[in-house]
DNA sequence: CATGGATTGTTTTCGAGTGGACAAAATTGC
DNA sequence: GCAATTTTGTCCACTCGAAAACAATCCATG
């Protein structure tokens, strides 16, 4: 905008200074057909609308994914949540510790292998999880709007095929 | 081990333990339509791919878009990179600040406004980026690889278009 | 100019997430 | 049965990245 015009004091030495110097626009080069790259944008800007959806909650997309989870498999022990959610076990212990001091989830010791831990939701996180739902729903159905429903269908599907699920 | 879990034994009254307890499989439930969450489990591979590709070089996704992008866009402001990368300020001036100490890149402070810094790759960067360069273009092949040629197409052309770009 | 506000980069502080060592329990092989 | 190995969760130290306060500089308006 302003630069286009100015001109540039440059010194001799500084002749080689290219033009994005001042301009906005950057140009990407190979990047711009890097799958992770543009993986990485696309999470930002989903992570960026639950957070702006959620802020007042107090929720994480992590932390909700594992309540979300937790209530679809009642029981489920604690490694192999974290297996299929791409969590560390050693994140997961914290993540866990924390919501059962919340009092929304109950860790269960099976008699049968004692070192495992199974996990639940207990009322308050059966409340919590009811409540918040609709607006996790509304959001999903939000995100993505730069996308016509034919698209999103197949990102969704490619996405999928990509992740093996 | 567990001193602050009380072992809670198991009672006729637990059958309503889910199947998931001790089988591999978990039921996403309405993580399963969430885009979010898939994006995040694509990212996660494919960090994790380029990371056992690159791990040898000492090289980092984020650090390494910083280097190919200032060879695209010699003399790129330091705010202006953040922006286009998605990196935050505060974030970038650590990593410049280390490549910088490690030769990769200059950091020239233009006399028209000295609040600003300009970035150029240095000859080493250069070398570096030249270096790395095959293997990372070889890298972004093989990624995807799950996927047809046809649906990488795809899915490139909607995270674009959910990217905007 | 001069002064108040905006921009640009840095520093500090903090939380999220990882890696590795560890302890307890289970499993395997002899 | 018993030792060695494996599995499961936890703890500790560390890095990556974000938020906010900060300093320096530029700009706009009088």
């Known amino acids: ?4 015009t100015r001109p540039v004091v440059a010194t001799p030495a ?3 200074t290219g033009d994005a110097a ?3 626009s950057v140009a990407f080069g190979p990047l711009a057909d890097s799958l992770g790259f543009h993986l990485r944008l696309a999470q930002i800007a989903a992570f960026e609308e639950f957070f702006a959806a959620f802020a007042e909650d107090g929720l994480q997309p992590g932390g909700f994914s594992v309540l979300i989870t937790i209530r679809e498999n009642p029981g489920v022990r604690q490694g192999i949540l974290a297996n299929a959610l791409r969590i560390k076990r050693s994140h997961m212990a914290k993540i866990v510790q924390g919501f059962g001091e919340a009092g929304l989830i109950e860790r269960r010791v099976p008699p049968d292998d004692r070192r495992a831990v199974e996990l639940t939701l207990t009322e308050a996180g059966h409340r919590l999880v009811a409540a918040k739902m609709p607006k996790f729903l509304q959001h ?3 995100s993505a709007a730069a996308l016509t429903k034919d698209e999103r269908h197949t990102l969704f599907a490619l996405l ?3 992740n093996g699920l």
Chains 1, 2 share one sequence.
Not at 1 to 4: H, I, K, P
């Open 14 to 16: 500084d002749a080689e």
């Open 140 to 142: 999903e159905r939000a």
């Open 160 to 162: 999928r095929k990509l």
């Open 1 to 4: 905008m302003r630069a286009a």
């Open 22 to 24: 001042r301009s906005g």
